[in-house]
């Protein structure tokens, strides 16, 4: 089959025609370029995907990999392709879930795809196509580097396809990955398959927010909202400026605005919300509805024990459903969520109240999106959202194939500013800035086969430097300027009489300091990347983790680092304290743990307190267990001033206080006293559980690297294999019951 038989008979089999863009896209795919695509949510980014894997499947008999940020769309992903390609074609790796690894196409988080490449490349030899879905996330904060460092060591003869949001700087996204990674094309499409239309939510009515094209008028006559008691309960004392839940339910669904998203920035307000509808009374569903419902939503949940079901609320999760109504927020248990995304899906949920974490990418098309506010808390302070956040969450809005056109709805407030509801909604786009910055794992996978200088060149070529870079030419130009005034004014000081100089001089002083400070500017900007990465690499040096390659060279030339054996340990080790957990090893500070005091003392380097999160009850454990971590948390301070003396950014301390809730369920603790005693929620629990057992894994694979190393001689392997095998059931005691079945 040629070129141009491929793309027709791949258009035949679509329920609807290529748009300009996908097709544009596919045939760059069929010239063996790889493509960024940038179109908004719902546009239909993911057609040129299923063409990409189609032409490495069917036409060359390649393998394929699609990479998704985060495991929940990775296990949406691996469902639908298995429904396409079969079962036994489709392989899903998450960290925490393998399913049939040797099939030819493999669905796995960015994290695993970056640890195949650092552990053995080789495994690639036959891969075709890289999509990777979501790649606007390289800007993510604490995750975004993954993406960078798969785009930087992805072998030169594999395909890259890219999906992205509609962000302004994708022309730079995409001369990047061009200049690193080869022949790429940037299609871009502003278009939305189903328009998307603005409105603001009163009690009366919902009013467009444009008339004729402008800011529709009525808006300014708006009443303060007055107070309003909730049905059933006692007048309130003072109006809190707000529209009710229900109210928004009922004024949705007689407008026949459903199903919808109501996005509430907080887990227990989209709590309190459902419980609200529920309480006053909201039914959306049918009695044939309630009972399919039921259907699904009980088989997710009958493995659930008594003591599950009380704490986790299921009777009024499932009255909720029943009645058409639903949370969704990461608090959840995982099960939970999956079935409240089956039924908003099928249209039978017809209302989610959600969290912006919904808003990543999970198929749930819904008619109307409504935004409760237009402000978050970011950690500091209440700030508006960004354009690009206002522009994922309303993005949901209108999904290709079932709606003609979407609606994105704004509750009114006293206090909403209808200028920034109008920017936002007329912003279209956002900026990606990378995050990118080298890790002491980065670091030591680089410099297993790479000189220092290589490396170097390598993360000169990061998506961070290539930004640096083009901030630097406009810092350098006025730089330059500044420096011509600079030495005009210096030499009107020299000739001129003393009352001008002293003029000059006044004038002069300004000038200066903005020299000084472009100046010290343009230095941070310049080769900052390597320049940390060598800071990381002399933390390394003086701790033993690389060292010189030739035995005979003790001035430790940087040109010729190796890792030592336990630098290689710290190959196998990705999380943030994997520094101290390696060191942690080296110093023989764990083996003496029984597994429930392992687990729970690994689970102070995994634990992620939320915000204004302070400790909670607990219960001490056993004295070897506080030595130990005594011990572990002296090293940790050791550290912390070693990477303080290089100017790198702090390790976190291991959170303690947390240990007790990991001891707790390694010694089947129930979870009614676990969540009870600790305030986390289910899905937090189980989040956690999840990072532990991960790290535990890693662990267990560190030591295995240093007693089957050439160098094990110089190192106690007896002590790493107790640690190997304590891991290794330390695991075993968290990952059971609920946790086990947990889907993601």
Known sequence: MNDSDALDFFESQLEYPLDPFQKAACERLLCGNSVLVAAPTGSGKTTVAEFAIMLARHEKNQDVIYTAPIKALSNQKYAELCKRYGADQVALLTGDNTINQDAPIKVMTTEVLRNIIYADVSRLHNLGCVILDEVHYLGDQYRGAVWEEIILHIPQHVLLVGLSATVSNVEELGDWIHTVHGNTEVIISERRPTPLFQHILTRERIYPLHKNGKLNPDLKYLKPLKGKRARGAAPRKKSRGKIAHYDVVEMLNSNDLVPAIVFIFSRAGCDLAASQCLRAGIDLNTADEKRQILTIAQLAVATLSKDEHRILRINSWLRALEHGIAAHHAGMLPQLKAVVEQLFLRRLVKVVFATETLALGINMPAKAVVLEQLKKFNGVERVYLSS????????????????????????????????????????????????????????????????????????????????????????????????????????????????????????????????????????????????????????LTELKYLVPADAENTAGDSQNLRPSVWGLALTRLYGEKALLTVTALKHKLWHRLTPQEFAALIATLTYEPRRSETAAGSYPLSSEWQRAMDETIKLWAGLDAIERAYKLPPTLAPFTYSAWVMDAWANKKSLTQILTGSGLSAGDFLRWIKQTADLLGQIAQACETVINSTDADTVNTLNLLTVANLARSARGKIMYGIVESSVA
């Open 388 to 539: 690009g956040e206002y522009t994922q969450l309303t993005g949901r809005a209108g999904r290709r194939g079932l709606d003609t056109e979407g609606h994105a709805v704004i509750l009114w407030e006293d206090s909403l500013d209808l200028e920034v509801v109008e920017s936002l909604a007329g912003a279209r786009s956002y900026p990606v800035r990378s995050s990118f910055r080298p890790t002491y794992n980065m670091t030591v996978n680089l410099l297993r086969e790479r000189e220092i200088s290589q490396v170097r060149k390598t993360l000169e070529r990061s998506f961070a430097q290539f930004q640096a870079d083009r901030a630097v030419v406009a810092d350098a130009t006025e730089l330059a300027a500044a420096e011509r005034s600079l030495a005009a004014y210096r030499k009107a000081i020299t000739d001129g009489d003393d009352t001008a100089a002293e003029i000059w001089r006044e004038r002069e002083k300004p000038l200066r300091k903005k020299v000084r400070r472009l100046a010290q500017r343009v230095k941070s900007q310049t080769n900052s990347i390597a320049r940390e990465f060598e800071r990381v690499a002399q933390v």
